[in-house]
């Protein structure tokens, strides 16, 4: 087992650089490094302090067993739905992948199509227009985006998505937690 792989496996999905790591759990930064880098081992007392910080327990943390991880998912896989109200259709890339932290969905706005409105949340979200013009309803400010380029916002504020362009307009979607 490379304990320090884990280690660091673990910090980047908390979100935590080696120096906040190490303020957490009374060790120096370099100390985080060298066990990252296989180059040392933790003590036991060690470890836990780092398991405790990382938010796993060392049942987990040492549990060798693989899960099934799909990494490729086909076309006949994504589930599609079509709103014709409000003249959209979603596509959902990734089937449950709202059990992940992404949830990345391709968008096809009909013209004058828009996605309903959007309370406030903890989610961020990045888009990429690859055709057409899409515009952002963000709280109070409106922003436009075509073609070729990206937005990346927070969602704390309530938000929309409306086609502008006198054609289709489709973008690729990806919003953290449970945003769709």
Known sequence: MEIGKKIKSLRLKKGLTQEELAER????????????RE??????????????????????FFDETKKNVK??????????YADHDLNYKIRWLV???NENEMDPVQIEFEQQGQFKLFEPSSSETFIYVQTGI???????SI???SEGDAVYYDASEQHRLTNVHKGKTT????ATESYL
């Open 171 to 174: 973008i690729i979607l990806v």
């Open 25 to 36: 759990t009374d060790l120096t930064k370099g100390h985080i490094s060298q066990l990252e």
């Open 39 to 60: 180059l040392n081992s933790p003590s036991i007392e060690t470890l836990f302090s780092l398991l405790e910080v990382l938010g796993t327990t060392p049942k987990d």
């Open 134 to 140: 899409v515009q952002i309803e963000l709280g109070d």
């Open 71 to 80: 990494v490729v998912y086909t076309k006949d896989e994504q589930i599609v």
């Open 95 to 97: 089937p449950r992948s």
């Open 143 to 145: 922003y436009t985006a």
